[in-house]
């Protein structure tokens, strides 16, 4: 990783420059609230607010940002969450400790008809711990930081969040109620199953993680067997705080593996699905891949080179059986990283040439920013 790091040095510092710009740019400044996408009126996110609060640390040791600019920061979200009201009502900002997944960016508020969302919140309260972790001083400030995290973990109701299943919904809505989904099987609540069994005030009994395991799939897909997710992210959200190298659970441990080679494998995957090219789509090769949850031109459909194309907008694309419509997310690829950079990098001076072209648009450009700042933070 040294010397593949040494010879991209300065793309990879550009780069983390420009992402890290995302949490001080797309920022409410009175609030603290980060906007979801740069797209106009959009809300903000909740998650990309554990990402922004995680980022900022980050930026501390890579000279992106003072210490002291990034408590003002940290502190202005986390006192924004710990007095927004809580409530079972529809104009609330969360409820049972929890978060809707999308705010309103001036007045904090649930934003449209969202659902109050387990992995959202999450996110969140990942981001509000690690925060909570880095800030370790004896100041009045960084105490406050340590505090209100771990308030507003313990806040959360993880037991309630259950519906009386063995597993964990996707979330709540004021209108109807529990959502009928729940996460079971390989995703990216990985991360929720972890802070969820290790509250200290509603922990879920660990029948919760296994029954969350049960629906896992081993597969073979072209020359390695990994635990099976199509799309990429689901591969690398939860390693945005959890470092699974060497860390195994019962799954793992028969398989003789762990999430993170899971994730180099699954990486390698999209390569060679790209290189494989089934639906003969153009560019596709070895350093242009990567199929994850993003945003595409659809819906629609258009007649090229004679043949009907199906486009989606926003959809989990994955590996091997799709969805694929050709839409590919530079994000994704680089937020694999960590786990392969050798096959990465390549890949990432492809993209960025694309990226710098004069007409490429600030909304897509805000895409790859969003993913930047934590995959390289290593």
């Known amino acids: 990783m040294n010397e593949l790091t040494n010879e991209h040095d300065e793309l990879l510092s550009d780069l983390q420059s420009d992402a890290f710009n995302y949490f001080i740019h797309e920022v409410n400044s009175e609030n603290g609230l980060v906007a979801d996408c740069t797209k106009e009126g959009w809300p903000s996110s909740i998650a990309a607010i554990g990402m922004a609060l995680s980022a900022y640390p980050v930026g501390i040791e890579r000279n992106l940002i003072t210490r002291e600019d990034a408590i003002v920061r940290t502190l202005r979200k986390l006192r ?221 459909e258009l007649i090229i080179d004679g043949t009907k194309r199906v486009f989606f907008d926003y959809v989990a694309r994955g590996v091997p059986d799709g969805p694929d419509d050709g839409t590919l997310a530079p994000w994704g690829v680089v937020a694999s990283l960590p786990f392969a950079p050798e096959i990465v990098l390549p890949a990432l001076k492809l993209w960025v040439g694309s990226y710098l072209q004069p007409n490429f648009s600030r909304r897509k450009m805000s895409r790859l920013r969003l993913a930047l700042t934590l995959a390289l933070r290593n």
């Open 80 to 300: 924004f969450f710990a007095a927004s009201e809580q409530g079972a009502h529809a104009k609330a900002t969360g409820y049972k400790g929890f978060y809707y997944h999308f705010l309103d960016m001036k007045t904090g508020r649930r934003a449209w008809q969202c659902e109050l969302s387990t992995i959202d919140s999450a996110f969140l309260f990942a981001g509000m711990l690690a925060a909570a972790a880095y800030f370790d001083r004896e100041s009045e400030e960084e105490g406050e930081i340590r505090k209100l995290a771990d308030e507003l973990y313990r806040r959360a109701d993880w037991r309630w969040a259950m519906d009386s299943g063995a597993t964990l919904t996707h979330g709540w809505r004021p209108e109807t109620g529990f959502l009928k989904y729940r996460w079971d099987g390989y995703d990216e609540a990985l991360l929720a199953y972890v802070l969820a069994m290790g509250s200290p005030t509603h922990p879920l009994p660990p029948e919760s993680y296994a029954a969350h395991t049960s629906a896992y799939e081993w597969k073979k897909i072209y020359d390695s067997e990994y635990l099976y997710a199509a799309p990429l992210f689901t591969h690398q959200f939860s390693h945005l705080w959890i470092d699974f190298r060497e860390i195994r659970d019962g799954f793992m441990r028969e398989h003789d593996s762990d999430y993170f080679e899971n994730s180099r494998r699954a990486t390698y995957a999209q390569r060679e699905y790209a290189k494989r090219n089934p639906n003969g789509y153009k560019g596709y090769s070895e350093v242009c891949w990567g199929l994850t949850a993003c945003e595409g031109p659809g819906p629609k």
